[in-house]
């Protein structure tokens, strides 16, 4: 299989997340017809991948697999994005539920390589879920993308590649998830210590910054020949003071970002090649 052109970008976009309540941001898209509204718009500005977290008819995070696969069929009717789900779910969710998640047959998932502190709150995960998640993902043929929220998880991912082999597909696809608080800062110097720990299994990093390490983290990934993750997950305002009204525009601000770098967002076509799918 050809690879993708060297200067071409994944934008993946991240619309909804589990933290944001409806009520504190009612432009968020949580039911199924505004999720799919919103990945038809990020498409047209340039997304190729789309990383998911349903809601449920309260709009609240669920993994419930009727629903997860609802949206994936619904998703996959109205675009050509590769389609992600989030195993990570909520800081809330069983481990057992979040294993659950493959049930619904995603082209790709979130696998976090470790637990970090999360605001006030925990995200568990446990190195015997992950190797558990992992294995699953082989059998499942569905591929991973590695979400590494602190230096650690760079160093637990070679320990998991050298453990259990290559992804399903081949290609070892990571996204740095900065500016977490109890995580790794959003920072240039954070991202290059990252990048250079990667074990040499990875073909292709993205990342992405939260809150006001958005543009700093974008802007670096971008120097450093990375992709990009954007959304309403990550970030809620433009600016200080300005809030965000749509994930298309966050998808058109990291496409107007890689014009300037000498980039071309990727198509899903590319990206499917990328991620080995
Ligand atoms: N919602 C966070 C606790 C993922 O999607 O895999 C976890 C998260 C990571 O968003
Ligand atoms: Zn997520």
Redesign the pocket.
């Known amino acids: 299989m050809p690879d993708v052109p060297a200067d071409s970008l994944l934008i993946t976009v991240a619309p909804t997340?589990?933290?944001t309540t409806k009520a504190d941001c009612p432009q968020l898209p949580t039911t199924i017809d505004e999720l799919v509204a919103t990945a038809r718009e990020c498409e047209a500005a340039g997304a190729a991948m789309i990383?998911v977290?349903v809601r449920d008819d309260e709009h609240r995070p669920t993994l419930e697999v009727s629903r997860l696969t609802e949206t994936v069929t619904a998703l996959r009717e109205s675009t050509d994005l590769v389609v992600q789900l989030?195993?990570?779910?909520?800081?809330h969710d069983p481990l057992e539920a979040r294993l659950k998640v493959l049930d619904a047959a995603p082209d790709s998932c979130?696998l976090?390589m470790g637990t970090t502190n999360?605001g006030d709150d925990v995200?568990s995960n446990p190195w015997p879920f992950i190797c558990e998640l992992y294995q699953l993902s082989q059998e499942r043929q569905v591929v991973p993308e590695f979400?590494l929220f602190d230096l650690g998880h760079v160093h637990a991912l070679g320990r998991l590649l050298d453990t259990y082999g290559l992804p399903y597909g081949g290609k070892v696809h990571v996204d740095f998830v900065m500016g977490v608080p109890g995580g790794m800062p959003g920072t240039a110097p954070a991202l290059v210590a990252g990048v250079a720990a990667l074990p040499a299994a990875v073909t292709s990093w993205s990342a992405t910054g939260i809150g006001r390490s958005t543009l700093p983290v974008a802007l670096a990934s971008l120097s450093m020949g990375g992709h990009l993750r954007v959304g309403m997950?990550d970030v809620l305002t433009l600016r200080r003071g300005v809030p965000v009204n749509s994930n298309a525009q966050l998808v058109e601000r990291a496409a107007g970002l890689a014009s300037a770098a000498q980039r071309t967002p990727m198509t899903p076509a590319d990206a499917r090649t990328l991620l080995g799918l």
């Open positions: 997340g589990a933290e990383h977290h989030s195993t990570g779910g909520s800081v979130s976090t999360f995200f979400e997950e």
